[in-house]
């Protein structure tokens, strides 16, 4: 019996546009470059990550674009996922990490919410073998501050590799 799943594939479609519509929007500004590697690094991150969930039956996508190319929802990992993990670097980039900390739970709980009202009320998603919407939210999270701590970490590096340079200027 075949299943039409209608409301799905338009979520699925209305999804992607307004991912794909927010996205120039959220990479501009005077530190794109910054913002390009945050979205690429979630995604990256998540080309690892979702199939193993996925496969290992911890999460389900029953309807999903492509699904026979890829076991995971691809909107969410390669888009929707990413833009608020740019969202939230973009709006902690003076923070310090503690402040850092608290403003991720703005970004991952409204996402978690999202999460499961779809996983109880559509076939986008769905869990299983004891993942829950707090593995989520940790899950969630972890990933998007550690996201931050690297372009932390890599600004520190520049500003370091920088400092070198000027003081060679000055030796020669």
């Not at 009202?117 to 869990?127: D, G, P, S, V």
Request: positive net charge.
């Amino acid at each position: 019996m075949l299943m039409n799943h209608r409301f799905e594939k338009r979520a699925l479609w209305v999804l992607l546009i307004t991912g794909i519509v927010l996205l120039p929007f959220s990479l501009s500004g005077k530190n794109y470059k910054k913002w390009l590697i945050a979205f690429l690094l979630n995604a990256y991150n998540n080309t690892f990550v979702a199939p193993v969930l996925a496969h290992k039956n911890y999460l389900s996508y029953p309807v999903r674009f492509l699904p026979r190319i890829y076991k995971s929802s691809i909107i969410y990992d390669y888009c929707l996922c990413s833009l608020v993990t740019v969202w939230y670097c973009k709006s902690t980039l003076g923070d310090n990490w503690i402040k850092a900390l608290v403003k991720v739970w703005w970004f991952v709980i409204p996402q978690v919410v999202a999460e499961g009202w779809l996983e109880k009320n559509t076939k986008l998603i769905k869990y299983g073998h004891g993942w829950n919407w707090v593995t989520s939210l940790v899950t969630i999270a972890s990933a998007k501050y550690a996201i931050r701590a690297f372009l932390v970490l890599m600004d520190k590096y520049e500003e370091w590799g920088g400092r070198e340079q000027r003081g060679i200027q000055k030796d020669s």
